[in-house]
């Protein structure tokens, strides 16, 4: 299924108000992701002992996980009807590992912001078509992205929502008055934004400008991108 087919998914689904906590009951589950999310990112682990493999988790980069009613799609084509999110038995990924730092960014000090948007539950992704199984685990950073760690565990996956072209044209807009991009305001998430954004975050506090900064919640308020 393509990004393109699965949005036609999502849309269809969002228009009917499908609601997440439908998919399956626990005593312990939380509200689920929803929609398409892509693999935007990898990150090495700093808390390993062991080094990673340079080419360790390149081959899930573009890989498009799905949450929707009755749909799961995860990692090496999963799939699930009857599945939930529920709070993870064990702590899943440090998210204080300086390889992190963008997904820690912070709520913009100012009376424009609208209020942190940083989640960070660690949770299990449970699939219940025949008999229980924990398909794996990850971390809801916010509300548009996740971070999720698969064996050998020496890399973490950084997943992401989509953002809509009007999305990128306000951002484009925004890095282009502070200064932080001169390029054309398009609508495509290119090279140039992507490492405008880098240097945004960076400005806001990320440790490192990473060749894919995460485009959080936080990160977005700061540029006035969440009312789009």
Known sequence: MTIRDLSFV???????????AAYATDQNSINAPY???EVVALRSASDVATTADPGAGTQWLGQIVFFGEGDLTWFGDATCELWSAREA????IALDDPNLSDLAIGPLNSNTSSGDKRVNESVDLVCQDDGEKVLGSFVIIDSRVLV??????TVNLILERP????QVRT???????M???DGEVSGDLDEATVTAIGHYAEYRGSDFRFYRTAITENLLDGLGVLDN
């Open 10 to 20: 999502a849309a269809i689904s969002l228009a009917a108000q499908l609601t997440p």
């Open 35 to 37: 929609g398409i999310y």
């Open 89 to 92: 038995e064990a702590p899943v």
């Open 148 to 153: 999720a760690s698969l064996s050998p565990w």
């Open 163 to 166: 953002l809509s072209e009007e």
């Open 171 to 177: 951002l484009q807009t925004q890095l282009k008055d």
């Open 179 to 181: 200064k932080f991009y």
